[in-house]
Nanobody
């Protein structure tokens, strides 16, 4: 089992940047595919990005490609989401998630979730 704690959210102006972090407990962090999802008010939770066990493969939603970068440091049990060129459509609660299986962009395939961190983008 793994516990996930996100941090780094906040208020940023359009065009600005934020870096989210997700710290994981447990010794087997490197065995999980890690993902970031987000959920805006009144909308379904949507996939943002994911990264493979060793970090060699990454996947992104089309809406964030070229602006967001996911990375992980298995020595620190931490996954990151660097978000650049933020726009108001990126505002949401961002969730970190861990999957015991292969990559997926479906939330149902992720076994563990953090509590979320709020990202607000002012225009």
């Amino acid at each position: 089992q793994v516990q996930l704690v996100e941090s780094g959210g906040g208020l940023v102006q359009a065009g600005g940047s934020l870096r989210l972090s997700c710290a994981a407990s447990g010794r087997t962090f490197s065995s999980y595919v890690m993902g970031w999802f987000r959920q805006a008010p009144g909308k379904e939770r949507e996939f943002v990005a994911a990264i493979s066990w060793g970090g060699g493969s990454t996947w992104y939603a089309d809406s964030v490609k070229g602006r967001f970068t996911i990375s992980r440091d298995n020595a620190k049990n931490t996954v990151y989401l660097q978000m650049n060129s933020l726009n108001p459509e990126d505002a949401a609660v961002y969730y970190c998630a861990a999957s015991e299986k292969a990559y997926s962009h479906y939330a149902v395939h992720y076994n563990y979730w953090g509590q979320g961190t709020q990202v607000t983008v002012s225009s």
